[in-house]
């Protein structure tokens, strides 16, 4: 027998619509509220012309009483057709089942008892509420939108989840999407690859961003047009594939079951394997229907303890941040390094030593090579985790240790310019008197290396520890020699490019720890205004220096190749003091005596309006 069930409502529409299309087939029609009438139920199939809301009654019984059913499209089928994967067309729907001589047997997933076609989501964030009957990319996309508007009003709630009755995990997270089949959500048809109609399993997405730029990087891969899932998951998303799960916390739990709002202070999930008899063809069913699955947990990465802690007491931040229990080792280790100790006295005499000496000799291997026992990175790295975790006691000890050996490098540099008979600029010298912005660069590379080598395991801290050291140390040397010529120009040329590169080095490799996620949770608010104040001040020698990179290249582009009294200027060198220094290479097709170039003097003194020193280096062009 065929029956027929239909509502009240519609039985003008399944007159006019439906059994037009029987034919010659036995038929009985049944309202809703008349459904236990059926007779010989286990071999009749009964045709349902009904929505969500009566399909959600109406199948679990069908389930129960072991009745076939087959599903025709109706204007309120929305969650359900999708999530059986059942034509949407009347009459190719109708051909299907009758060409049927049996039915499928298909799991049914259940949230807190009622029937889930599509997927139960968990909090406010990936609810995927629609206005229309449409469920394709642009629609999801629109949803996303309007939810990326609330990002600065994120936060965490927390989960206890359970599987088979035991424990798993007590975490947080913004949300969590629970789903039979990958399609049934944009966000698990974007994680989840092997997902089958009856394998007795479903999946559950624990969504735990702990900052705002991964989840909104997230979003947007997730909306990519793609038919591809992701080929490694997020770390921030924890997938548990099980028959049951139970999710309850303090208080009670926001969720929806395909699209409808639901309150309950626990959860539970399970899957009836098998339960549901259809008499029609879906998407879903193919060869691997019915394949044995196996239970996989991949909940490593979710918060638990101090850092669930944190994320639920406030809002979401936008960087990520830290709590000392995840680097309380890598915190050990530098606050040790920011410490003044004799072996960091030494190495720091030895370096000095062996630099001034180099710089001396204008040799380059030798000053790098005195680099490699330079330990000054140690009290810097530390002082920039201290700036970016507003530790008070890691600031003061870095900064003394900082200044310590910034003294004992200039006493030592000082009284080997004394002991060398020899008051000459070296080229390696001169390079030190005049920063450019090739140093800057050097000084924000080696901030960011330095940073980035203690935060990552596996790479050599000294490798950076050379970088700054070749940053820091041979300036420092060089205002240490201009103490003992006691020569002004020499030591503030010097000592301002190793201010820049100080100052350079302390604020990228705290902007590095920044971006790494070793900002904290507590005290955030102020660790970043005393983060401010610090930036403010190591940006005095910045702009200091930057003026005089500006000034030097402003003068050597008026005067690079221009042509006084038949010569022409090449090479030019500009340094920064009172009166100004220019030395240039003066091209011309005969010699120059005393006078021309004292002329050539005035002329360049009228084109750029200050007084000058002018060291000439004269050439001939045949």
């Known amino acids: 027998m065929l029956y027929i069930l239909h509502q009240n409502t519609d039985l003008e529409e399944v007159k006019t619509e439906i059994l037009p299309l029987l034919e010659n087939k036995e038929y009985q029609l049944l309202t809703y509220d008349n459904v236990l009438d059926i007779e010989d139920s286990e071999k009749s199939v009964i045709l349902t012309y009904l929505g969500d809301q009566e399909l959600s009654e109406f199948l679990p019984k069908a389930a129960e009483q072991n009745w076939q059913v087959a599903i025709l499209p109706h204007p309120e089928l929305i969650f359900t057709g999708k999530g059986l994967g059942i034509e949407n067309d009347l009459k190719q729907s109708l051909e299907d089942i009758f060409g049927l ?111 705002i730029l991964e989840l909104i990087w997230f979003l947007f891969r997730s909306l990519v047009p793609n038919t591809k899932t992701f080929d490694q998951l997020p770390d921030f998303i924890g997938r548990i594939k099980t028959s049951n799960l139970c999710i309850n916390k303090c208080g009670s739990l926001d969720y929806t ?85 004799s072996p960091f006295i030494v190495m720091m005499v030895l370096s000095t030593l062996i630099a001034s000496f180099g710089l001396f000799g204008d040799s380059s291997p030798v000053i790098i090579g005195a680099m490699i026992l330079a330990p000054i990175i140690s009290p810097i790295v530390s002082f920039s985790m201290g700036m970016v975790r507003y530790d008070t006691n890691m600031l003061k000890t870095g900064i003394s240790t900082i200044l310590i050996g910034t003294a004992v490098a200039l006493l030592v540099a000082a009284g080997v310019s004394l002991i060398i008979p020899l008051k000459v600029l070296t080229s390696e010298i001169d390079a030190r008197l ?80 920044l971006v790494l996620g070793f900002a904290p949770f507590r005290r955030a608010r102020m660790g970043l205004i005393y983060t401010l104040i610090i930036l403010v001040c190591v940006m005095i ?53 005393a006078n021309k170039m004292k002329m050539i003097k005035t002329k360049i003194e009228e084109k750029i309006n200050k007084p000058i020193k002018l060291e000439v280096i004269s050439a001939i062009e045949f």
């Open 257 to 341: 079951v395909d699209g409808k709002q639901e309150t309950n202070e626990e959860i539970e999930v399970h899957i009836e394997p098998q339960t549901l008899k259809l008499r029609q063809s879906s998407l879903y069913i193919n060869d691997k229907n019915g394949k044995e699955a196996k239970k996989s947990i991949k909940i490593e990465k979710l918060p638990t303890g101090e850092k669930t802690e944190e994320l639920t007491k406030r809002t979401l931040p936008w960087w990520p941040r830290a709590t000392t229990e995840e680097f309380q080792d890598l915190f050990k280790v530098l606050r040790e390094n920011a410490k003044l100790t």
């Open 101 to 211: 001589e049996e039915s499928y047997n298909l799991d049914m997933l259940f949230c807190n008892g009622k029937p889930v076609f599509q997927s139960v989501n968990i909090g406010s964030v990936f609810i995927l509420k629609r206005k229309d009957h449409n469920n394709n990319l642009f629609s999801e996309f629109y949803n996303f939108l309007k939810n990326i508007r609330k990002l600065s009003h994120l936060s965490h709630r927390r989960f206890n989840l359970s599987v088979d009755g035991e424990k798993l995990i007590n975490t947080s997270g913004l949300g969590i999407v629970i789903v039979e089949r990958s399609s049934s959500s944009i966000i698990s048809k974007r994680l989840i690859e092997d997902s089958y109609m009856n394998d007795g399993m479903f999946h559950a997405l624990i969504i735990s961003p702990q900052n």
């Open 434 to 513: 005049s920063p450019t912005l090739l140093d800057m660069g050097i000084a924000v590379a080696s901030g960011i290396a330095a940073a980035y080598a203690h935060a990552k395991e596996g790479i050599a801290k000294s490798l950076a520890g050379v970088a700054i050291a070749v940053a820091l140390v041979p300036p420092l040397a060089v205002a240490g020699i201009g103490i003992g010529w006691l020569d002004w120009e020499v030591f503030s040329g010097a000592f301002l490019l190793y201010l820049t590169n100080l100052a350079g080095i302390i604020m990228f490799a705290g902007i590095t720890f």
């Open 541 to 593: 020698p910045l702009s200091l220096s930057f003026n005089r990179i500006q000034t030097e290249a402003q003068i050597t582009s008026q005067l690079e190749g221009i042509k006084l009294d038949e010569a022409i200027l090449k090479d030019i060198k500009v340094r920064i003091g009172k009166p100004l220094l220019i030395s240039v290479k003066l091209v011309s097709s005969e010699s120059l005596d």
